[in-house]
């Protein structure tokens, strides 16, 4: 999981930049809701890669580093306590080269700890610093770490077009249906934040606007705006309920923003299954990075629609976590198969690896019980989809952990190998697999119809 650059460096800035400031931890989803009570997080590692300052792993919450050197040969060890993986495919080791850093591995431990090894060719003196915000550890060398981080805070801290005003700002309800519009006067420079599908945030940074705000209707329960100390213009949205999908288009000309939410009924066809489909990464969080530019966010959401509308064909109730390119932790995707009561949940990822050549399809599952899912997921892509088979394979990922609902995480190919990225940016391609993946889906709800399926709850199907 390779992230783009220059979102990460700009989420390195900006925390570093709160460092600077002596500003401390900023929480930075500006969820405007009350955080849910006590329960500590579970800390998820959203990525980790080799930058010019180091080793950056990114995580969702603090993590507590703990640091020690081994000899002959040398290697600096970090171990992170109880941490869980947003993806799969960070697992690889990474080849460095950079000074005395020959490689990094990532080590699984049967505790739930994950274990870092930095390789050296000889003795070599690292330090680890760990960023405010949204807790960022940079393993590096002292000198280096130091200058490129305050290199990439002179970079990271303005913003092309500064002033983004915002001539108008409308909504209208219909049917169901909530479109807004916003009106920019130059090209915009946006992002979406969904704090979970009831909620979501426009961010413009340097953003202006004078003017009435939305009235709220049947569907739009409120619209609010307000502006960061940082300067980034915020557009707070709530929705009656969860079940609304969103999706946006931008204007050729890129001015006029257009966000519609459709309201879904989950359970469309009556007793049939419903499967919630979750299309990896998106907004700031563009996932791995194909050769050619592709980006793993876009591959994911590509696929999601089409197997939407795949399962819809085959009279499969089937919902999204996202429908647009909007950022959504890890916590709201899992809680979501709860909320919607899915029966089976899909999460859509595409794989990277330094090797170019690497190819093919892998299901990851975590709880057993999901197994045979993920088997039949496994099988009905490499066959049908004709894709490379490098098999099911067991990862403690995240969004796995429902115990109750069987859960996958399907890996339909490389990003990294020029040819699977041409593939998964296709729409024939998509819709291939979408259909294939539709075809493992029926064989496993007509082998557990009426079963219990081995977990906590039946399918909606079964009597
Ligand atoms: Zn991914």
Known sequence: MMVGMSPTMRRLAANLLRLMLGLGVVASSGASKAAPPAKPRDVIIESIGWRDVGLVVQANAPLDPQIFTLEKPFRFVVDLPAVELADANMAHAIPV??????????????????????????PT????MQLGGRATLVIGRAEETNAALANLFQ??????????????LWARESNGKVTLELQAAKPLT???FEEDPAHMQVKIPAGRYVGFLPLPGKCLAGAKVRTTP????????????????????????????????THQDPHRFAGRPLVLIDAGHGGADPGA??????????????????????????????????????????????????????????????NSHTAPDSNGTVTFYRETGSKPFAEAIQRAVTSLAHRPDRGVKQERLYVLRNPHVPSVLLETG?????????????????????????????RYVAANQGTRLGLARPLSSSP
């Open 97 to 122: 080269n950079a000074g005395h850093v020959t490689q990094v591995r990532m080590a699984r431990k049967p505790d739930g700890s994950v274990r870092l090894v930095v390789d050296c060719d000889q």
């Open 125 to 128: 003196k690292l330090q680890v």
């Open 155 to 168: 970079k990271g801290g303005s913003y092309t077009g500064a002033g983004q005003e915002i001539k108008k």
């Open 190 to 192: 946006y992002q979406l």
């Open 230 to 261: 940082e300067g980034t213009w915020l557009l707070d949205t709530s929705l009656a309920d969860a079940n609304y999908q969103l999706t946006q288009a931008l204007s050729k000309d890129r001015t006029r923003l257009t966000l519609t939410w």
């Open 289 to 350: 990075l194909g050769p050619a530019g592709g980006l793993e966010k876009a591959a994911c959401l590509g696929m999601a629609h089409a197997l939407q509308h795949a399962l819809w064909k085959h009279n499969l109730n089937a919902m999204l976590t996202r429908g647009a390119d909007a950022e959504l932790y890890l916590e709201p995707r899992l809680h979501m198969i709860d909320q919607v009561k899915a029966d089976l949940f899909i999460s859509l990822h595409a």
């Open 414 to 442: 490389f990003i990294s190998n020029p040819t699977e990225e041409r593939l998964l940016a296709s729409s024939p391609f998509q819709a291939q697999v979408a259909e294939a993946i539709v075809a493992g889906v029926e």
